[in-house]
């Protein structure tokens, strides 16, 4: 047995003890060290899941403690983050290696129990090793980096602002600043400014310029609104923060993106390997003790998203010691 967070309905999360789980061929027994709490996982808790009862957590890092008989035996030991999309492999996206578009994907934490535990079972290529001079929080800020590695990417220009100032917001300006690029944050918390600027970023409070990329991070009307005010003609949008709600337009807003011939694109998730990759090279320019402001215990699930709901907070992450 092993303990976990277990999310049994809406707002009913619970300590307990849960069975171990199995290990089957090409998979590796990884002991979770850190796990990050994804605003997902708050709206799974208050909103509802795929199914119950559900272990939640996809930012897993962790130890190698097993692995299975056809695997290498010299894995065990090995410090490893985890890739939680499992696609198929089968589909026409998964032949092309858009492994995030797979049509047939599973994720551990949302339609599979994932890391908010003491242990878990993963395919090895879903694993990526990590130096041991990283330590396992930070390692635990790889796929929210991977994922603002991968923004990064539909950039377009020299000049960018972002919408929104979360974790997967900061982490895109930060991947832009190594990359060369002005960065700028229109915000409207005045704590956040306050961070941003501590971390060398520049931040605007209204749409006072124009710029050749924008990229939006919240998933709100306004922030689209703001984005394609804030766009240059024929400039670029990337939409990254998933929508709360339906989203609408006015007509002027809409005949702005026409007028102006406004590029629009997408991101879902990480181009994996190769953004992890990347991301697992550069742990060290990741200000962890910044953006990490709240750790809990497994023993605190309940306490840990009454108070990331209710204050305020860049990144919680449970821990086992």
Known sequence: MMNACVLRGIRNLEYSKVA????????????????????????????????YPLILGHEIA???????????KTLIGK????????????????QNEHYAQCENYNYFGSRRDGGFAEFLSVPLWNLKIFEDRFDFLSASLCEVAAV?????????GENICIVGSGVIGILIGIWAKLANLQVFFLIRNAKK??????????VIFAINKKFDSCIECVGSEESLQSCIDLTKTKGKIVLVGNPKDAIKLSQKIYWKILR??????????????????FVLKNLDKIPTK???????????????????????HIKGTFINE
């Open 20 to 51: 171990m789980p199995l290990i089957s061929k090409g998979e590796a027994l990884v002991q979770i060290k850190a796990c990050g709490i994804c605003s997902s996982d708050l709206d799974r808790f208050y909103q509802g899941a795929y199914h």
């Open 148 to 156: 603002a590695k991968h923004t990064l990417s539909k950039i377009q």
């Open 193 to 202: 400014a306050n961070l941003l600027e501590s971390l060398g970023f520049e």
């Open 62 to 72: 962790g130890e190698i403690i097993e692995v299975a008989e056809n695997l290498d």
């Open 79 to 94: 410090r490893v983050v985890v890739f939680p999309l499992l696609p198929c492999k089968k589909c026409q996206n998964c």
């Open 290 to 312: 910044q953006l990490i402001t709240h750790t809990f215990k497994l023993t605190e699930c309940q306490k840990a998203f009454n108070v990331l709901s209710s204050s305020f």
């Open 260 to 277: 102006e011939e406004l590029q629009i694109e997408g991101i879902w998730n990480s181009n994996y390997p190769k953004d992890w990759d």
